[in-house]
């Protein structure tokens, strides 16, 4: 497929739009998660559609010491991957051409959510973010615009601000792409050695030992629902030969819809190991939160909930995430 390169928005909008118009925003170094984003959003805009591709190293949302100037630029090999996945246009521009004037001197800010796990651990972070996407969306002009997942907190806030500030533009979220052996895809993953990447496993494997403990608690309940309210508990436990099993089902159901607590306990015995290991894996956060605040929940919770977490393992910081439902049946 012919893809086009454009550097100035100028040139963007003198194109003929006769569709749709997805739009992707990247910082480049495109991997199969961003083709699938961008497949994601072919499908979305159509055959008569546009799906347009930025790539932009935002300066904006790199804090002293993070790696602006080792942040991969890959610019023709993202172009042979966009292009494969079925976009039309990738939007390269300058620095100068989405900061005219420097630095901005008016920024949006991302507020109390934005101060929360990442925003605590890169302050400034999302203010820089949410600048450059509002931006983008303006010099792009889409109908749709693309996030992935695997920054749920980055998804959240773009959703929040679009919601806030009233952008015309419909927001989807694409679930998160994950290599064979279960790590999260990202651009930094390149600089894992294989000894650290054996070790950042411990991130996606602590997250699946939470949903694990989750799924249990589920199917205990669910058990003990099934257990007829009519019969003498006792009876009904003797009838189905599982007495020891259902009286455990018939106290995680007494018990909160949730158990958020065992969820974190049973995903944090998987990183402490992994804090032992050579290269160890020094965390940063793990939290249980509400997807519409970023606060952490409680056992009484009920709704869907996002298990989060980030660390370093040498010189690089990984994140990694899954959504779990609490109490979705009583």
């Given at each position: 497929m012919t893809i086009t390169l454009l550097r100035t928005a100028a040139e963007l909008h003198a194109r003929v739009r006769t569709g749709r118009r997805a739009v992707v925003m990247t910082m480049g170094a495109l991997h199969e998660g961003h083709a699938t984003l961008i497949r994601t959003a072919r499908r979305i805009a159509g055959p008569d559609g546009e799906v347009v591709v930025t790539v932009f190293v935002n300066p904006l949302q790199f804090g002293a010491g993070e790696d602006l100037d080792r942040y991969p630029r890959t610019l023709d090999a993202d172009l042979e991957v966009a292009a494969r996945a079925g976009a039309d246009v990738v939007f390269a521009p300058a620095v100068d051409e989405v900061y005219p004037g420097g630095e901005p001197q008016v920024r949006i800010t991302a507020g109390p959510m934005g101060e929360r796990l990442e925003g605590a651990s890169r302050p400034g972070h999302f203010d820089g973010m949410l600048t450059v996407v509002a931006k983008l969306l303006h010099l792009t002009r889409p109908d749709v615009a693309l996030y992935g997942q695997k920054d749920a907190q980055q998804l959240a806030l773009i959703r929040r601000m679009v919601r806030d500030l009233n952008f015309d533009v419909e927001i989807v979220g694409v679930p998160t792409v994950r290599e064979e052996d279960g790590l999260a895809l990202s651009s930094r993953n390149r600089y894992l050695s294989p000894k650290e990447r054996r070790t950042a496993l411990a991130l996606s494997q602590a997250l699946f030992a939470g949903a694990d403990r989750?799924?249990?608690?589920?199917?205990?309940?669910?058990?003990?629902?099934?257990?007829?309210?009519?019969?003498?508990?006792?009876?009904?436990?003797?009838?189905?030969?599982?007495?020891?099993?259902?009286?455990?089902?018939?106290?995680?159901?007494?018990?909160?819809?949730?158990?958020?607590?065992?969820?974190?306990?049973?995903?944090?015995?998987?990183?402490?190991?992994?804090?032992?290991?050579?290269?160890?894996?020094?965390?940063?956060?793990?939290?249980?939160?509400?997807?519409?605040?970023?606060?952490?929940?409680?056992?009484?919770?009920?709704?869907?909930?996002?298990?989060?977490?980030?660390?370093?393992?040498?010189?690089?910081?990984?994140?990694?995430?899954?959504?779990?439902?609490?109490?979705?049946?009583?």
């Open positions: 989750h799924a249990a608690q589920e199917a205990l309940r669910a058990r003990a629902r099934e257990v007829p309210a009519t019969r003498a508990r006792a009876e009904a436990l003797s009838a189905i030969g599982e007495s020891r099993a259902a009286a455990d089902a018939h106290a995680v159901a007494k018990a909160a819809p949730g158990s958020a607590a065992a969820v974190r306990a049973a995903a944090r015995l998987v990183l402490d190991e992994a804090a032992r290991l050579t290269p160890p894996l020094e965390l940063d956060y793990l939290a249980l939160v509400d997807p519409d605040d970023f606060t952490e929940i409680g056992d009484d919770f009920t709704g869907e909930a996002i298990l989060a977490v980030a660390a370093r393992v040498g010189a690089t910081r990984l994140i990694d995430n899954i959504t779990l439902t609490f109490g979705a049946a009583s």
